[in-house]
Nanobody, 126 residues
Framework: QVQLVESGGGLVQAGGSLRLSCADS???????MGWFRQAPGKEREFVAA???????NYVDSVKGRFTISRDNAKNTVSLQMNSLKPEDTAVYYC?????????????????????WGQGTQVTVSS
């Protein structure tokens, strides 16, 4: 059973950096691990995802600023966020897709993800 726990959120000034981490405490063989975010009054949106083989997918707004990585042995995924902007402020959710193939490009639709963490707040001040 997949059980996701996020950590690493916080308050940072614009231009700063944060690193989010997510661990699957269930020890499951996870296929795709990803991050979504939800700002107040907005829909939850895709941020980035990585397959077990290392293929990645990013939303255009974070390309060149965010880097997703994973450690398959530890069942963890991280999101390094640099050059943060106030518009990056949101609750960030870790998610797992257990349907997409190991060597496929990760999907970005919320409905493709089967398991979710509880979320961690990221606030970027201007």
């Amino acid at each position: 059973q997949v059980q996701l726990v996020e950590s690493g959120g916080g308050l940072v000034q614009a231009g700063g950096s944060l690193r989010l981490s997510c661990a699957d405490s269930g020890g499951t063989f996870t296929y795709v691990m990803g991050w979504f975010r939800q700002a107040p009054g907005k829909e939850r949106e895709f941020v980035a995802a990585i397959s077990r083989s290392g293929r990645v997918n990013y939303v255009d707004s974070v390309k060149g600023r965010f880097t997703i990585s994973r450690d398959n042995a530890k069942n963890t995924v991280s999101l390094q966020m640099n050059s943060l902007k106030p518009e990056d402020t949101a609750v960030y959710y870790c998610a797992v897709d257990q349907k997409t193939g190991v060597f496929s490009v990760p999907r970005s639709a919320r409905s493709d993800y089967d398991y979710w963490g509880q979320g961690t707040q990221v606030t970027v001040s201007s």
